[in-house]
């Protein structure tokens, strides 16, 4: 075998061969790869047998007054799908699920579409209360539930003070954040004292998807098609992950990781797209262009994370994988809109090195949110 391999090379080995690639270490900062390693399956279904601890990052949570508020129009589908139960526990009954599946910690936060949609007052309430709802749990079942605070990013200046009020007196992780606020994104520098802070207490900013704004809708999403494919489309089928991806280029080239090198962003579903455009990206969107200090790929595999959050896709993790590398890839189950059973299968499954799977189940978690 080549001492070098390139990116098309490892995929093709492993869909067209057959054959296991434990890619052990092999990936640095998105680099090529500098040497496969052929694990013998046999090996391999005992490595994905043994029992490692797993750390679930995009797990989600809802309240009362959540649900009579800016989660109603979520009520109705979660209750259809049989969910709200599961979404609205934060005890035995969300602990059993996680120990029939082998899930041993979950990074709690509040379900979309949080309250990045209300105005600052209403925000400011919501938040506060939910996350002191939140810290009770946490404080019940320290081993088990760990925090990320909801924000009112309307109110910068407040949202930055609920984060630190959560990170220094509840121990919360980081904070999540739902997409843009009322059409107004992150580069905006209106919302940068929330960056700001968020880099001084060495906190991530967990940046999960959202609707698009009306007006995209209207103007990209509606077509010949029925209002339920049009809704769709707008939300999990497409619109929610092209928004993160959006939304995380703009914060890049708003030059807001110069400002705030340490600032670290998390994002779900395996990238969000972001990775199969990545060679493009740099391509394209020139340091000569953008002025900015680093290539845009070294924002992407330098401050952001990337959980998979019920994209158990083996295919788009190893495109993840070989541009970022394993010490950027978080487990996740999406629960309770994510199976956690399938999500732990998924990567016992995973075709990566002992080492990585390591990484990917709970190392990388301990080391970003010190846990």
């Not at 995009?58 to 800016?70: I, S, V, Y």
């Not at 924000?151 to 904070?175: N, Q």
């Not at 004292?193 to 009306?214: C, D, F, G, M, S």
Request: hydrophobic fraction near 40%; proline fraction near 6%; include cysteine.
């Amino acid at each position: 075998m080549r001492k070098e391999m390139n990116r098309r090379d490892f995929l093709n080995a492993t869909a067209v061969t057959g054959a296991l690639f434990l890619a052990g270490d092999i990936l640095q900062k998105g680099g090529l790869a500098q040497g496969l390693v052929k694990v013998p399956k046999a090996e391999a279904s005992e490595v994905s047998r043994r029992t490692i601890r797993t750390i679930t990052l995009e797990e989600h949570f809802a309240t009362p007054a959540f649900l009579k508020g800016p989660g109603a129009q979520i009520k109705g589908r979660a209750q259809a799908t049989g969910v709200l139960d599961q979404l609205c526990d934060l005890g035995e009954r969300r602990i059993a699920d996680m120990d029939e599946a082998g899930i041993d910690v979950q990074v709690l936060s509040l379900t979309t579409p949080g309250v990045d949609q209300l105005d600052a007052t209403e925000a400011e309430k919501l938040a506060h209360d939910t996350n002191d709802i939140l810290a009770d749990a946490v404080r019940r079942h320290p081993t088990r539930f760990a925090g990320f605070a909801t924000l009112p990013t309307a109110s910068p200046e407040a949202a930055a003070h609920e984060l630190d009020r959560m990170v220094r007196e509840h121990g919360f992780k980081g904070a999540v954040i739902n997409g843009h606020n009322r059409g107004r994104y992150l580069d905006d520098k209106f919302f940068w004292p929330i960056l700001e802070r968020a880099e001084a207490l060495q906190v991530p900013l967990y940046l999960h998807p959202t609707k698009p704004p009306r007006p995209v809708i209207e103007a990209s999403y509606r077509g010949n098609y029925t209002a339920e494919v049009t809704n769709l489309l707008t939300a999990s089928g497409w619109g929610w992950h092209i928004e993160t991806a959006i939304h995380t280029l703009r914060l890049i080239l708003s030059g807001a990781f110069d400002r705030y090198p340490r600032l670290q962003l998390i994002i779900g579903h395996l990238g969000e797209g972001l990775p199969f455009m990545l060679p493009r990206l740099d391509r394209i969107l020139t340091m000569a262009l953008t002025k900015l200090q680093r290539p845009i790929s070294a924002y992407l595999r330098e401050n952001v994370y990337y959980t998979i959050s019920g994209f158990n896709f083996t295919p788009a993790f190893l495109d993840l994988f070989s541009e970022v590398g394993a010490h950027r890839i978080i487990f996740s189950a999406d629960y309770p809109y994510g199976s956690m059973s399938e999500a732990r299968q998924f990567l016992e499954q995973l075709p990566v090195s002992p080492a990585d799977k390591e990484r990917i189940a709970h190392g990388n978690a301990e080391l970003l949110l010190r846990l």
